[in-house]
Nanobody, 121 residues
Framework: QVQLQESGGGLVRAGDSLRLSCAAS????????MGWFRQAPGKEREFVAA????????YYADSVKGRVTISRDNAKNTVYLQMNSLNSEDTAVYYC??????????????WGQGTQVIVSS
């Protein structure tokens, strides 16, 4: 149905910036909310940010607010996660996800395979 593919992860230094991309297979994504989640080793998966496809309304976790920007490119069916001032707490596998309906930090039915971000200090 909906296939998601993340890219852009890698090894970076503390203080660096990184932009993750999520390419979606759907021709039209307007009914969906797109989200980014992350899971650090030994920790629970946590919500990072979300954006609605139709109007671009965003929602951020308090832990990343101010350092992270989520955006989307309709022509490319792609969602981005721009991360600045990276620190060791940002080390995790980052997942792109999609859900039908309103902006939320839960209820996502479709998931990508994840892209690894490692921040060295």
């Amino acid at each position: 149905q909906v296939q998601l593919q993340e890219s852009g992860g890698g090894l970076v230094r503390a203080g660096d910036s990184l932009r993750l991309s999520c390419a979606a297979s759907a021709r039209t994504f307007f009914p969906y909310t797109m989200g980014w989640f992350r899971q650090a080793p030994g920790k629970e998966r946590e919500f990072v940010a979300a954006i609605t496809w139709n109007d671009g309304i965003t929602y951020y976790a308090d832990s990343v607010k101010g350092r992270v920007t989520i955006s989307r490119d309709n022509a490319k069916n792609t969602v981005y996660l721009q991360m600045n001032s990276l620190n060791s707490e940002d080390t995790a596998v980052y997942y792109c996800a999609a859900r039908r309906g309103p902006l939320s930090d839960y209820g996502y039915a479709y998931w990508g395979q994840g892209t690894q971000v490692i921040v060295s200090s």
